[in-house]
């Protein structure tokens, strides 16, 4: 009997944590409320920790805005001007993925899960988007861990430098990642880093396609020559293609 009853207490568990996900999807991707997006400062090391000290939220304003703008003036879609807001920083970092095949990505997904349970308030997480963005000493000979994002649970785990500097190309990488957790996919060769023709490009009926002037902001890069692609210096050099408006329910 008593093994029966948790047997029924489980599945009510699997059922609500089912419920509390789809419902999340359908709410985010429905635009009929502002977006939601937390944003849990991290730093890595003594320097980034003085560096996420000084953040505030008008750091990234500009990501809200800019989606707002895409929405608006490229698929005319009246969305809420998401809002983007600057939480608590975090000490503890994040569990990092493993190499290995499904299980591990699973063991993976339920780890960040739990991690973003842990330190951030259940209730007051539904619906929202948490960002837990990891600020790194820029360092020429150590390149930045792989950035992520995932639709289940809406959870991001980005990875920038600690540096004003890189300020701009920063909020790319947290807009990408942002927007791999609200539906969005990768427009490039994950083999060659190249954006991927024609969805992986912001104009690709151009004549010539190559250069590009701009960066379709999945595919992260603007093309500009057979084989090569830059990093943009901002969102003001990157947009929103068909493809990546479709999969967050423009």
């Not at 090391?45 to 560096?51: E, I, T």
């Not at 997480?125 to 792989?146: A, I, K, M, N, W």
């Not at 994950?190 to 701009?214: F, N, S």
Request: aromatic share 10%.
């Amino acid at each position: 009997m008593r093994s029966g009853l948790r047997v029924l207490i489980l599945l009510f568990v699997l059922l609500l944590v089912l419920g509390l996900t789809i419902g999340e999807r359908m709410w985010v991707r429905s635009w009929d409320h502002p977006l939601e997006v937390a944003v849990y400062p991290i730093g890595v090391d003594d320097a980034s920790r003085a560096f996420v000290g000084q953040l505030s939220s008008d750091d990234f304003r500009e990501i809200g805005s800019y989606l707002s703008d895409e929405a608006r003036t490229r698929w005319q879609q009246s969305i809420a001007p998401p809002r983007v807001v600057l939480e608590a920083s975090i000490d503890e970092l994040p569990p990092a993925p493993r190499a290995g095949g499904r299980l591990a990505a699973m063991q993976f997904s339920l780890r960040l899960r739990w991690y973003a349970f842990r330190h951030t308030p259940f209730w007051g997480s539904l619906g929202r988007v948490r960002l837990f963005v990891l600020y790194h000493e820029p360092r020429d000979d150590q390149p930045l861990p792989h950035s992520l994002g995932m639709q289940k649970g809406l959870i991001g785990v980005v990875h920038v430098f600690a540096s004003n500097e890189q300020h701009a190309q920063n909020a790319v990488v947290i807009t990408h990642e942002l927007l791999h957790a609200l539906g969005a996919t990768d427009k490039y060769d994950r083999a060659t880093d190249q954006p991927l023709y024609p969805i992986g490009y912001a104009d690709p009926y151009a004549q010539p396609p190559l250069p590009q002037e701009r960066a379709e902001i999945m595919a992260g890069r603007i093309p500009v020559a057979a084989g090569k692609a830059v990093m943009p210096d901002g969102l003001e050099q990157t947009m929103i293609g068909y493809a990546t408006a479709a999969e967050i329910g423009w």
